[in-house]
């Protein structure tokens, strides 16, 4: 089946650094990534849309100078908490639609844990 | 945009016994219904989906159920084991992304 990667699984880091977060289609093009953030015992909330060769769509409430979003390939997707502080510490994951003959199948990355210090 | 709710957000049933949850969604143009199944610390999991175009859909114990009058989605398990124990999320797809319900942690008592 369709495997989506992520990178790192884990991070630890300061206040006021930025962290990257890299998100990759293993074994299928994905023109179209999504990120996620869930905090726990919460549901995954929608951040950005990833276009591979447009800028990335932000919901609502998203600041998107803040949280930098790069699909560099059809197969990577980057997003980068930028100046990174304790409220940002969240799970991040992302996922990849794959086409198939009558429907979008989405499937999730391994997620990143985040723990800004 | 799209608006789903999920009850309820936590059930406990024992054993063999069956579990139900239920999702409501406010777009009538969404077309494509997941389920997910999320263990503590990992990813979500597919577990099953249907389309709008279908009423019923079943996958061994598990079933889901759509009335796309009423705009509701119902996921079924029979037969409940304790590895069943997970967090449940419904979604739907309205416009090429997933809305996601709350979430429903269920319990499987041995």
């Known amino acids: 089946g369709a495997v989506v990667s992520q990178h790192p699984s884990w991070v630890i880091c300061k206040s006021g650094t930025s962290v990257k977060i890299e998100c990759r289609s293993l074994d299928f093009q994905a023109t179209t990534m999504f990120w996620y953030r869930q905090f726990p015992k919460q549901s995954l909330m929608l951040m950005a849309t990833?276009?591979?060769?447009?800028?990335?769509?932000?919901e609502q409430g998203v600041e998107k100078d803040k949280f930098l979003i790069n699909h560099a390939s059809l197969t990577l997707s980057t997003l980068t908490v930028t100046s990174a502080h304790p409220e940002d510490s969240s799970f991040y994951i992302c996922?990849?639609?794959?086409?198939?003959?009558?429907?979008?199948?989405?499937?999730f990355g391994p997620g990143t844990r985040l723990l800004v210090l | 945009g799209e608006n789903v709710e999920q009850h309820p957000s936590t059930l406990s049933v024992q054993e063999g016994d069956s579990a139900v949850i239920k999702c409501t969604y406010s777009?009538?143009?969404?077309?494509?219904f997941p389920w997910y199944k999320q263990e503590l610390g990992k990813r979500p999991q597919l577990i099953i989906d249907i389309r709008s175009n279908v009423g019923e859909k079943k996958d061994q114990r598990i079933a889901v159920t759509l009335n796309k009058t009423a705009k509701h989605f119902s996921l079924h398990i029979t037969e409940t084991q304790p590895e069943d124990s997970a967090v449940y999320f419904c979604a739907a797809n309205g416009v090429g992304q997933l809305t996601f319900g709350s979430g429903t942690q269920l319990t499987v008592l041995p």
């Open positions: 990833s276009n591979e060769g447009s800028k990335a769509t932000y």
């Open positions: 996922s990849a639609p794959r086409s198939g003959r009558d429907q979008e199948t989405q499937y």
């Open positions: 777009d009538s143009a969404s077309n494509y």
